[in-house]
Nanobody, 117 residues
Framework: QVQLVESGGGLVQSGGSLRLSCAASGFTFSTSAMSWYRQAPGKERELVAT????????NYADSVRGRFTISRDNAKKTVYLRMNSLKPEDTAAYYCKAQTYFHTTYWGQGTQVTVSS
């Protein structure tokens, strides 16, 4: 049974930091690319950051580059998103996505991040 379980969301003041985690099980994590997406109320889901299976290819949305850091620990089957200098516009539900070697996609249930001004 495939599971992606996000955690670490919460309420933080503007300028604060959070670290999101996504624990994976039920598929081969070490050969899967992992991504974080977010969706604010009334808006489409958008890509925040992607990391390749080996961790050597990383991309960020322009809106978070320099503030957010994606990383992974293949031994723990976990991907992280460190978010610094948070802004109210970062408020959204954050979702973890896996894309396996065979291009199957899995999504987590999401974790809410709320940044107060």
């Amino acid at each position: 049974q495939v599971q992606l379980v996000e955690s670490g969301g919460g309420l933080v003041q503007s300028g604060g930091s959070l670290r999101l985690s996504c624990a994976a099980s039920g598929f081969t994590f070490s050969t899967s690319a992992m991504s974080w997406y977010r969706q604010a109320p009334g808006k489409e889901r958008e890509l925040v950051a992607t990391i390749s299976s080996a961790g050597n290819n990383i991309n960020y949305a322009d809106s978070v580059r320099g503030r957010f850091t994606i990383s992974r620990d293949n031994a723990k089957k976990t991907v992280y998103l460190r978010m610094n200098s948070l802004k109210p516009e970062d408020t959204a539900a954050y979702y973890c996505k896996a894309q396996t070697y065979f291009h199957t996609t899995y999504w987590g249930q999401g974790t809410q991040v709320t940044v107060s001004s």
